[in-house]
């Protein structure tokens, strides 16, 4: 869900979220994630000039109505107006009878897809196939802005199935500058779609629902399944993170967990606090909330090191370290094995100091310390006046709306079965998580997944629908590759590929021919995406089989269904 050029609130203390790809997080406030890769155009998304994407591709816009279900109350008051909905396009490597392929930009500004254009899957799709890459913007995000501000009332028309509209819309409707003399509209021209992460689960409702318009849908990490309660998002890092930091953050949490949770030890909890130098934030859920970011950095992790967020690996190893890597906390220790035994690991004081204290450094370095002003200001979920604010700049607003109203994805600590050790605190709940669904938008129930779910969930499945997964993604749990799901067989058709230590869309991604190496991309990356341009040439082999760009449209699947897509994968 969802590496996110970390949506940021107008506030200098969110300066500790702001590293390029992590979860989608409103302040200090656990959302749901999935911005992943949202660069802003503005953010620190440091390029070459001489191939920065956003001078290579000039943006271009097409007018689409707001309001596509003029039959749905959902979006009452109605409107006839129309907005400008941004896309990029490269038709270098055209051909005559080549298909489009729509890259669905999903919750972010398209500027931080057009990499993918240029080097990734779009790029190596358009290429194999003689095809036009796009990168089609959704809307509310970057600059496809259908309304004037993001208040409650005008947020009505963000819906997934408007924007679901809006990418059918631009199929039937384009017309590619410089190529006007060419009809490459659906259904005349074989569209297919790729999206990761929301956006994933974007284009496989696509496929399902508009199979006349687009031929074909590629969803990576597509998060089918809407959760409200998502507290299966640790669980890529429990089970296949380092196993001593886990076992480290498990402890950690749990003595945080046993003070501030039990009753008895209400008088422990503002040594707690006061250890981390988080003595004057008011709210214990809050200070549950601040210490807890660290683990979340699985999600952002990249085979590239150019895309790579290393936070992960800097808090394992910090976590797990036995050594003490922040000397100033020293004067700490006493507390420490204090809180360590009141917590219920008195017995492992030994081994526990040196963690709990380089915990306490690590939070300090990369959150307490940027904090030059009142704390609660700084960390705290419940601030009113913050939430009030909806002009075009609070872009903040626009994934939280989608998942108070529809998504859900809810982080937890308290979802986590109770024979089970957290990864963060229980009292990272449902109604912790919620907050700013109520006081954003007035939205006091839970979010409305079945809404989402019916277009198939966790078993979606459609001829040309390819599902392709990380083994670590944190968002595996929300897809058809989720652990303890039965294991499909794997077609041209319906290709079903986990990526072997993969995260999050990792086939989504690529770097230029000339800087190719042995093992890089990763074998098991170079494989999905050969995997990716051999079914969709099929696919493409179909379309022209079935009579199609000849005015015969459907849906129906083509003459390699039941072939095995390659083996190996
Ligand atoms: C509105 O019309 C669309 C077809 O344009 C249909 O798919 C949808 O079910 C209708 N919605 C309602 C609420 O009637
Ligand atoms: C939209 O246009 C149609 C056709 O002109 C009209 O009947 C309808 O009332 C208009 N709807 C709104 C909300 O303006
Ligand atoms: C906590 O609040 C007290 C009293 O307002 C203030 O003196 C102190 O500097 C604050 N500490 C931190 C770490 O913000
Ligand atoms: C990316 O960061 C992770 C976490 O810090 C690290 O384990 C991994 O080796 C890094 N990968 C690359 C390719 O730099
Ligand atoms: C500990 O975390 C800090 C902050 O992220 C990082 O700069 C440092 O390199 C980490 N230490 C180790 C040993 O990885
Ligand atoms: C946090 O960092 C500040 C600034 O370096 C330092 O003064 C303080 O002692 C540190 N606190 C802890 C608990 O390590
Ligand atoms: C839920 O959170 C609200 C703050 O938004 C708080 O007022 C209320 O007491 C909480 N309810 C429960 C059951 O914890
Ligand atoms: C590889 O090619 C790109 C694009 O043509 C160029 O910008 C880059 O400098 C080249 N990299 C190396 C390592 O030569």
Not at 91 to 96: D, L, Q
């Amino acid at each position: 869900m969802m590496g996110l050029g970390r949506l940021l609130a107008a506030t200098a203390c969110v300066a500790q979220l702001a590293s390029a790809f992590a979860p989608l997080t409103v302040r200090n406030l656990r959302l749901s994630s999935e911005s992943d890769l949202a660069l802003e155009p503005e953010g620190d998304f440091t390029i070459q000039e001489s191939t920065d994407p956003t001078l290579l591709y000039p943006a271009r816009t097409i007018k689409v109505p707001v309001d596509h279900f003029h039959n749905d109350t959902k979006y009452e008051p109605h409107t006839n107006d129309t907005f400008d909905l941004r896309y990029w396009f490269d038709a270098t490597y055209y051909k005559k009878g080549g298909p489009v392929i729509v890259l669905a930009a999903g919750e972010t500004s398209g500027v931080g897809r057009l990499q993918f254009l240029q080097k990734g899957i779009v790029y190596q799709l358009a290429k194999a196939t003689g095809g036009v890459g796009v990168i089609l913007e959704h809307r509310y995000y970057g600059k496809s802005l259908p309304t004037s501000d993001f208040s409650t009332k005008n947020l009505r028309f963000l819906t997934t199935d408007q924007a679901l509209a809006d990418t059918v819309y631009f199929a039937k409707n384009v017309k590619f500058a410089g190529l006007e003399h060419l009809d490459l509209t659906a259904p005349n021209t074989p569209y297919i779609a790729y999206g990761g992460s929301y956006a994933g689960a974007f284009v496989a409702f696509l496929r399902k629902l508009y199979p006349d318009v687009y031929w074909g849908a590629i969803s990576s990490s597509g998060v089918t399944e809407a959760i409200y309660d998502y507290w299966q998002y640790y669980e890529a890092a429990r089970i296949y993170g380092p196993k001593d930091c886990v076992t480290a953050t498990q402890k950690l949490t749990h003595v945080v967990d046993n003070i501030i949770l039990n009753k008895a030890n209400a008088k422990y909890v503002q040594k707690l606090k006061d250890a981390f130098g988080l003595g004057n934030l008011t709210h214990t859920d809050d200070f549950a909330n601040t210490i807890s970011f660290g683990i979340a950095g699985l999600q952002s992790t990249n085979w590239d090191p150019a895309l790579n967020d290393t936070s992960y690996g800097e808090y394992c190893n910090n976590v797990s370290s036995n050594a003490l890597l922040y000397p100033e906390t020293a004067r700490l220790e006493k507390d420490v094995q204090e809180l360590l035994t009141v917590g219920g690991y008195g017995k492992e004081v030994k081994t526990l100091t040196n963690q709990f204290l380089n915990y306490i450094g690590y939070v300090n370095v990369t959150s307490v310390q940027s904090c030059d002003g009142d704390q609660n200001a700084c960390f705290t979920s419940y601030d009113s006046e913050f939430y009030k604010k909806d002009d075009l700049k609070q872009t903040w607003r626009l994934w939280l709306y989608q998942v108070c109203d529809q998504w859900g994805f809810l982080q937890t600590g308290s979802g986590v079965p109770h024979n089970q050790l957290p990864l963060i605190s229980r009292a990272i709940d449902l109604n912790y998580t919620s907050i700013a669904c109520r006081e954003a938008f007035n939205i006091n129930k839970p979010s409305d997944v079945e809404s989402i779910n019916k277009y198939g969930g966790f078993g979606i499945s459609y001829p040309r629908l390819a599902i392709i997964d990380g083994e670590k993604d944190p968002w595996r749990a929300a897809t058809p590759h989720a652990i303890g799901l039965k294991d499909r067989k794997s077609t041209i058709s319906e290709p079903f590929i986990l990526i072997k230590d993969g995260v999050h869309h990792w086939d989504e991604n690529g770097v230029f021919p000339n800087e190719t190496a042995p093992n890089f991309p990763p074998k098991p990356v170079e494989e999905t995406q050969r995997a990716i341009k051999n079914f969709v040439q099929a696919w493409l082999q179909d379309f022209k089989k079935s009579g199609h760009g000849h005015g015969h449209g459907h849906g129906s699947a083509g003459v390699h269904d039941e072939q095995q897509v390659l083996g190996d994968l």
